[in-house]
């Protein structure tokens, strides 16, 4: 089939280079616009867009809110759009154009975690399987009737980095899987069922600070699930640094935020046993090991994160 390809970031890569060394016909790419980085505010191109110029893909950074996108999708003749992690809607009246649809994969077995952060929510609820899903998008948010799924189950010690990357690689064996069934004729959509779903909207930096009460599990999942980004954080004498790892342990003597510090180890309270923190990272500086953070700063006795 000939297909136009929609994604954005390093995880929809792998599925691009799947369908591309498929026997389909990636036509072109869409992706989002450059953004900018860095104290030069230097514009950055999409991972998307970079491995599309390495492929030799035409490429569009076009909006599908653009008045003239469903002209621009029309000519193109394509007949079916894989979507990966694109980051805008498309537009109903874009739905359509393409004979057999837009085909989204989204890293969750839907109805479970709808929406931009499947991942991130998985490891905040502590979900144990996770997985990859193909869909049809409709209007809704990730409603669409479902096509082929895959499972894939989630580390003790995973954070989202480690379980996209993971999700990506079997996603792009499955959204390849989902256009060859859906060219031969052979597959069915099997429609969402209309209650039960679970939603997982995106992850602010406000959402990443660390609630010292809470238990000790909960921090951890936290801690895993903002790693890489937007990363979990808290304040230590008026300034904000993100922390992570942290790994349970046994200890319950400190109360919520209280800092112990040995020779090459920091230890937290929680709301239930300690943590022990792995790094600190102050605001434009380099990651250190909590107990250099520690030697440097020296925290008084009793303590505490804010």
């Not at 280079?17 to 990636?26: N, P, Y």
């Not at 000519?75 to 359509?96: R, T």
């Not at 790994?247 to 510090?261: E, F, K, N, Q």
């Amino acid at each position: 089939m000939r297909l136009l390809f929609a994604g954005t970031p390093q995880a929809a890569v792998p599925s691009l280079d799947a369908l591309a060394a498929s026997t389909h016909e990636v036509a072109a790419v869409l992706t989002r616009p450059d953004t900018v980085a860095g104290r030069g505010r230097h514009p950055v191109r999409s991972a998307v867009a970079e491995r599309a110029g390495e492929l030799g893909i035409a490429m569009s950074t076009r909006s599908p809110r653009d008045p003239e996108f469903s002209r621009w999708l029309a000519d193109l003749s394509v007949e079916c759009c894989p979507v990966v992690a694109f980051g805008a809607l498309i537009p109903a009246e874009a739905l359509d154009i393409p004979p057999h649809g837009w085909v989204n994969l989204h890293f969750s077995l839907l109805p479970a975690w709808r929406g931009a952060a499947p991942v991130q929510h998985a490891l905040i609820n502590g979900d144990t399987c996770t997985g990859a899903t193909t869909f049809l998008l409709d209007s809704g948010l990730d409603t669409g009737p479902t096509l082929l799924r895959v499972e894939e189950p989630v580390g003790d010690r995973d954070t989202t980095g480690e379980l996209l990357r993971r999700l990506s690689l079997v996603g792009a064996d499955l959204i390849v899987s989902t256009i060859d069934a859906i060219a031969a004729g052979t597959l069915e959509p099997t429609p969402q069922p209309p209650v039960g779903g679970s939603h997982a909207p995106r992850l602010e930096v406000a959402d990443a600070r660390i609630a010292w009460s809470a238990s000790a599990t909960h921090i951890d999942r936290l801690v895993r699930a903002c790693t890489p980004a937007p990363g979990a954080w808290t304040t230590f004498r008026g300034e904000r640094l993100k922390v992570g790892p942290v790994v349970p342990a046994s200890g319950d003597d400190l109360s919520p935020g209280t800092i112990r510090a040995g020779k090459s180890w920091v230890e937290v309270g929680s709301g239930t046993s300690c943590v022990v923190l792995g790094e600190v990272t102050y605001q434009g500086k380099r990651a250190m090991s909590a107990a250099a953070w520690a030697r440097g700063v020296r925290p008084e006795p009793g303590e505490a994160f804010e």
